[in-house]
Protein backbone atom coordinates (compact mmCIF):
# COMPACT_ATOMS: atom_id res chain seq x y z
CA UNK A 1 0.00 0.00 0.00
CA UNK A 2 1.26 3.43 -1.14
CA UNK A 3 0.26 6.60 1.06
CA UNK A 4 0.73 9.47 -1.08
CA UNK A 5 0.91 13.12 0.90
CA UNK A 6 1.15 16.49 -1.46
CA UNK A 7 2.38 19.87 -0.33
CA UNK A 8 2.99 23.15 -1.44
CA UNK A 9 0.26 24.67 -2.43
CA UNK A 10 -0.48 28.25 -1.36
CA UNK A 11 -1.66 31.80 -3.02
CA UNK A 12 0.87 33.41 -5.41
CA UNK A 13 0.44 36.37 -8.17
CA UNK A 14 -0.13 35.76 -11.74
CA UNK A 15 3.73 34.95 -13.01
CA UNK A 16 4.94 33.63 -9.67
CA UNK A 17 6.07 30.07 -8.95
CA UNK A 18 5.53 27.04 -6.46
CA UNK A 19 6.64 24.16 -5.49
CA UNK A 20 4.43 20.99 -4.64
CA UNK A 21 5.47 17.72 -3.68
CA UNK A 22 4.32 14.37 -3.18
CA UNK A 23 5.63 12.27 -0.72
CA UNK A 24 4.81 8.71 -0.75
CA UNK A 25 5.58 5.67 2.17
CA UNK A 26 6.33 2.71 1.57
CA UNK A 27 9.43 1.15 0.33
CA UNK A 28 8.11 0.62 -3.40
CA UNK A 29 8.03 3.92 -4.96
CA UNK A 30 10.30 3.24 -7.33
CA UNK A 31 8.30 0.54 -8.67
CA UNK A 32 5.43 3.26 -9.11
CA UNK A 33 4.91 5.91 -12.21
CA UNK A 34 3.92 9.47 -11.13
CA UNK A 35 2.03 12.51 -12.15
CA UNK A 36 0.45 15.30 -11.46
CA UNK A 37 -3.55 16.44 -12.14
CA UNK A 38 -5.70 18.91 -11.04
CA UNK A 39 -9.47 20.05 -10.63
CA UNK A 40 -10.59 23.55 -10.89
CA UNK A 41 -13.99 24.64 -9.54
CA UNK A 42 -16.48 22.80 -11.66
CA UNK A 43 -14.84 21.29 -13.77
CA UNK A 44 -13.03 18.01 -13.84
CA UNK A 45 -10.67 16.50 -12.57
CA UNK A 46 -7.84 16.86 -15.47
CA UNK A 47 -3.84 15.30 -16.52
CA UNK A 48 -1.45 18.10 -15.75
CA UNK A 49 1.94 16.22 -16.37
CA UNK A 50 3.62 12.73 -15.40
CA UNK A 51 6.59 10.78 -15.17
CA UNK A 52 7.90 7.14 -15.70
CA UNK A 53 9.47 5.03 -12.77
CA UNK A 54 12.76 6.03 -13.46
CA UNK A 55 12.40 9.82 -14.28
CA UNK A 56 13.53 9.29 -17.74
CA UNK A 57 10.29 9.75 -19.83
CA UNK A 58 8.18 13.27 -18.70
CA UNK A 59 4.94 14.09 -20.68
CA UNK A 60 2.79 17.51 -19.90
CA UNK A 61 -0.61 18.68 -20.91
CA UNK A 62 -0.43 21.46 -23.53
CA UNK A 63 -1.67 23.82 -20.88
CA UNK A 64 1.03 23.76 -18.57
CA UNK A 65 4.38 22.80 -21.50
CA UNK A 66 7.05 25.04 -21.20
CA UNK A 67 6.24 26.04 -17.96
CA UNK A 68 5.86 23.29 -15.39
CA UNK A 69 8.58 20.91 -14.47
CA UNK A 70 8.00 17.23 -13.07
CA UNK A 71 10.71 15.71 -11.27
CA UNK A 72 11.00 12.61 -9.11
CA UNK A 73 13.46 11.43 -6.31
CA UNK A 74 13.30 7.49 -6.01
CA UNK A 75 15.70 7.91 -2.79
CA UNK A 76 13.44 10.38 -1.36
CA UNK A 77 10.51 8.25 -2.37
CA UNK A 78 9.24 12.05 -3.18
CA UNK A 79 8.05 13.65 -6.31
CA UNK A 80 7.93 17.16 -7.54
CA UNK A 81 6.01 20.10 -9.95
CA UNK A 82 8.05 23.15 -10.49
CA UNK A 83 5.18 25.43 -11.27
CA UNK A 84 6.74 28.62 -12.99
CA UNK A 85 4.63 31.56 -14.63
CA UNK A 86 1.93 30.52 -13.02
CA UNK A 87 -1.20 31.85 -14.52
CA UNK A 88 -5.07 32.75 -13.13
CA UNK A 89 -6.16 29.73 -14.83
CA UNK A 90 -3.58 27.42 -13.33
CA UNK A 91 -5.69 27.62 -10.28
CA UNK A 92 -6.90 24.62 -8.90
CA UNK A 93 -6.55 21.82 -6.16
CA UNK A 94 -3.53 19.74 -7.66
CA UNK A 95 -3.61 15.59 -6.66
CA UNK A 96 -0.59 12.83 -6.88
CA UNK A 97 -1.18 9.80 -8.45
CA UNK A 98 0.54 6.64 -8.82
CA UNK A 99 0.32 3.71 -11.54
CA UNK A 100 2.10 0.58 -10.41
CA UNK A 101 0.80 -1.52 -13.89
CA UNK A 102 3.22 -1.82 -16.61
CA UNK A 103 6.34 0.23 -17.02
CA UNK A 104 5.13 3.34 -19.70
CA UNK A 105 6.73 6.13 -20.77
CA UNK A 106 5.17 9.76 -20.01
CA UNK A 107 2.78 9.96 -22.91
CA UNK A 108 1.44 6.93 -22.12
CA UNK A 109 0.98 7.64 -18.78
CA UNK A 110 -1.18 10.70 -19.89
CA UNK A 111 -3.78 8.36 -22.16
CA UNK A 112 -4.60 6.28 -18.73
CA UNK A 113 -8.09 7.01 -17.23
CA UNK A 114 -8.07 8.54 -13.65
CA UNK A 115 -9.90 4.95 -12.63
CA UNK A 116 -6.55 3.42 -13.42
CA UNK A 117 -4.03 5.06 -11.08
CA UNK A 118 -3.81 3.25 -8.05
CA UNK A 119 -3.02 5.71 -5.15
CA UNK A 120 -4.28 9.27 -5.11
CA UNK A 121 -3.06 12.32 -2.44
CA UNK A 122 -5.60 14.20 -0.45
CA UNK A 123 -4.62 16.96 -2.80
CA UNK A 124 -3.03 20.64 -2.63
CA UNK A 125 -4.62 24.22 -3.10
CA UNK A 126 -3.24 26.17 -5.48
CA UNK A 127 -4.35 29.92 -6.09
CA UNK A 128 -3.35 32.54 -8.65
CA UNK A 129 -4.00 35.79 -8.00
CA UNK A 130 -4.12 38.44 -11.00
Known amino acids: QVQLVESGGGLVQAGGSLRLSCAAS????????MAWFRQAPGKEREFVTAISRGGTSTYYADSVKGRFTISRDNAKNTVYLQMNSLKPEDTAVYYC???????????????????????WGQGTQVAVSA
Open 97 to 119: AAYGGSNRSGYLLSRLGISQYDH
Open 26 to 33: GRTFSSYA
